[in-house]
């Protein structure tokens, strides 16, 4: 019997070794919203190209009115697709410039997820924004739901954003995969641990969080390790009525997500501290190109794109 508990707990292991991309990541292909537009928005569809020329589609969401406008970059979860994002983004972002792409593998974006890749397309997208001509670079923030609160903190530790929303946050995925797997030696198998509590106390950027009221995937305590190690931590509220999986839907997340980042853009940028538009990265080179299903009206706003954002 002792022989045979072995030998199960090592092809258990083994296969939790294996298949730990598909454990962390679920990708999703299909479009939640099969036409999205946001309607207080001009919305175009966009394809990146990330550094190791990896094509990355979303969407980008810019003010009607001219001029200069703070902006947003969304990160969603472990099996989102971020159509929905476009749709909702008059409700959640108002007066804001928001853009929201699909991870690697998920949507219509190609490869494979990863946390390297997550960051590093991450803080590309966060350089491109910076450099476009709709967006202030001074006032950018940042907004991770569940797996993407893990992506949207290490952006803000590398790169200078304004301000941070997290959605059900964890302090590691290595924290709740040691949770549910209790007897495995999983801190020496787990590649992608997004371990949030690790930078947490290095963010400058004001953070809010925002807990669902029922959550079975991060459980409170989970996210009480993180809110004790953020430096800025200006709002840790719960969403009555919510759960892991409706929380981002809901109009009171929606319109506390609005309020606080309109608050945060209305305040002098100086007054917070934040470093000068000299210290941001120049963006990587990236290609922006529309999606076939794009209007002639979003040809000509992809093409107004500045030069040096064009792959050479």
């Not at 792409?101 to 949507?107: E, T």
């Not at 929303?165 to 949770?179: H, Q």
């Not at 106390?201 to 009480?224: E, G, Y």
Request: with cysteine.
């Amino acid at each position: 019997m002792a022989g045979f508990a072995s030998m199960l707990w090592l092809g258990l292991t083994a296969a939790v070794a294996a298949n730990q991309r598909r454990l962390v990541f679920n990708p999703t292909v299909e479009r939640e919203v099969e036409h999205p537009r946001s309607s207080g928005h001009r919305t175009r569809p966009v394809v990146l190209r990330a550094k190791d020329g990896t094509r990355l589609s979303g969407w980008l969401m810019t003010p009607r009115t001219p001029g200069l406008r703070p902006a947003v970059i969304y990160f969603g979860g472990r099996s989102e697709e971020v159509s929905w994002v476009v749709r909702d983004a008059g409700k959640l972002f108002p007066g804001m410039a928001v853009l929201a792409v699909n991870y690697r593998g998920y949507g219509d974006s190609q490869g494979d997820p990863a946390e390297a890749h997550m960051i590093d397309d991450a803080c590309m997208l966060f350089d491109w924004m910076a450099a476009h001509h709709h967006v202030d670079p001074r006032r950018i923030a940042v907004v991770g739901r569940s797996l993407g609160s893990g992506v949207a903190v290490q952006v803000a530790k590398e790169r200078p954003v304004h301000s941070v929303v997290l959605i059900t946050p964890y302090d590691s995925i290595l924290a709740l995969a040691k949770r549910k797997f209790r007897v495995m030696p999983i801190e020496y198998m787990l590649r992608h641990r997004f371990e949030s509590i690790k930078y947490a106390p290095t963010l400058k950027a004001p953070t809010f969080v925002l807990r669902a009221a029922s959550d079975d995937i991060v459980p409170h305590s989970h996210t009480d390790q993180l809110v004790g190690k953020l430096a800025q931590l200006i709002g840790d509220e719960t969403v009555p009525d919510s759960d892991h999986m409706n929380i981002p839907y809901l109009e009171d997340t929606q319109g506390r997500i609005a309020r606080f980042l309109t608050s945060q853009f209305a305040k002098p940028v100086e007054a917070a501290g934040l470093p000068s538009t000299a210290s941001i990265p120049a963006p990587a080179a990236t290609e922006i190109v529309v999606a076939p299903a794009t209007t002639a009206a979003a040809v000509v706003a992809a093409a107004a794109i500045p030069a040096p954002l064009a792959e050479q």
